[in-house]
């Protein structure tokens, strides 16, 4: 079996020599431990802050040992009364065609309800963040703007049908013709915008006659700092992802937003998933149901084989992805 380790801590844009393809005997599971063979794997912008030797709300990925992220995957020996061969977990395991986990390590899903991959996107950690950030730092109401940046991408997709479930008006940003023909003309939002295009501050004012008054930030930088001069009064802006910086060298600069928030007495929160733990079965409950309502759809860009994983997880970065970023490793 393989795994993929990290070889050096990335300086800019991670490059492929920064990954390591290792081979490995598959691992036997000692008592209460579960074998269980990969058959999707996540890659996630999040993942590029762990290769930085930096203290975060999670710890660092270790030089030369597998990276780890969320998995799909099959059970194919169980040490463990609660888990039986075949069955389909999720979890968060290593970059690896087989892993073994410990009982507390892995849930397990029911194939009938939804494609086994959903449950790294819209029935897992991007569907939840999407519905957290949005619902209750965002509290967006009828008839209120909302503007999400990262608009076609996992979470933004899903915050957008979201807002649009809650009867507010929703404009997304994005970075191609496609992914805006996406946003308007499949998920139904209001208006799209590329935020690539030079008449970008133009285009996103003439999308928002009335002001933002929900501002879902997954990008930060220039995007964000066109949004923050539209703001309205008590405006609110969940904190979710800057990707714009995570390959940046030194410090991000650009305009500073004190004013535009202290004019607008505008709350923004900054805010990661774990924030809302307890909580979690209410989220999983509300996409689940609103899935099969037909409410909210989704798109998965699923790249076949484990050894493009490197170059899945670097297409985030280019905007390669619509909706969530997956690799296929195995069938089940
Ligand atoms: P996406 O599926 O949105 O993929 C990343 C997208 O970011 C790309 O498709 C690309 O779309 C866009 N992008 C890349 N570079 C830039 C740039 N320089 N400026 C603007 N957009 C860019 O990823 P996720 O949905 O998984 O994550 C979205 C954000 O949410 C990330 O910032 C992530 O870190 C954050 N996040 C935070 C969590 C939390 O708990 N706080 C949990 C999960 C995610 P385009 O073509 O439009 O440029």
């Avoid at 995570?246 to 004190?258: C, H, S, V």
């Amino acid at each position: 079996q393989q795994e993929i380790h990290l070889a050096n801590r990335p300086k800019g844009m991670p490059a492929k020599e920064d990954f390591t393809f290792v081979k490995n005997s598959v691992p036997s599971p000692k008592v209460n431990e579960i074998l269980v063979r990969t058959l999707y794997l996540s890659v996630d912008p999040y993942m590029r802050g762990r290769m930085q030797d930096a203290k975060s709300y999670i710890a660092p990925f270790e030089l030369n040992k597998v990276i780890s992220g969320g998995v799909v995957a099959e059970v194919v020996e169980s040490q463990s009364d609660a888990f039986k061969q075949g069955d389909v977990v999720v979890g968060n395991l290593g970059w690896a065609e087989y892993s073994v986990a410990t009982p507390n390590e892995i849930r397990k899903i029911d194939p009938k309800m939804a494609p086994i991959s959903t449950h790294l996107g819209i029935l897992g950690m991007t569907g939840l963040t999407a519905y957290f950030g949005l619902l209750d730092i965002g509290k967006p109401q009828e008839g209120e703007t909302v503007v999400v940046s990262g608009a076609a991408g996992a979470v933004g997709s899903v915050v957008g049908q979201i807002a649009k479930i809650k009867g507010a008006k929703v404009v997304g940003i994005a970075g191609s013709d496609e992914k805006i023909d996406y946003l308007l003309n499949v998920l139904g939002f209001d208006a799209a915008v590329n935020y690539k295009k030079d008449s970008f501050w133009t285009d996103l004012k003439n999308s928002v006659p009335d002001g933002v008054d929900v501002y879902f930030d997954n990008v930060g930088g220039d995007v964000s700092d066109a949004v923050f001069t539209m703001l309205n009064r008590n405006a609110r802006i969940p904190l979710c992802g800057s990707i714009s910086s995570y390959n940046a060298e030194g410090n991000d600069t650009g305009p500073r937003i004190q004013s535009a928030m202290i004019k607008t007495s505008a709350m923004m929160q900054g805010f990661t998933l774990g924030d809302f733990a307890t909580d979690f079965e209410r989220g999983f409950t509300d996409l689940g149901k609103w899935l099969l309502q037909g409410k909210l759809k989704y798109e998965e860009t699923i790249v076949d084989g484990f050894e493009n994983t490197p170059e899945a997880f670097l297409g985030l970065f280019k905007g390669t992805n619509l909706g969530k970023q997956l690799v296929k490793v195995a069938n089940p």
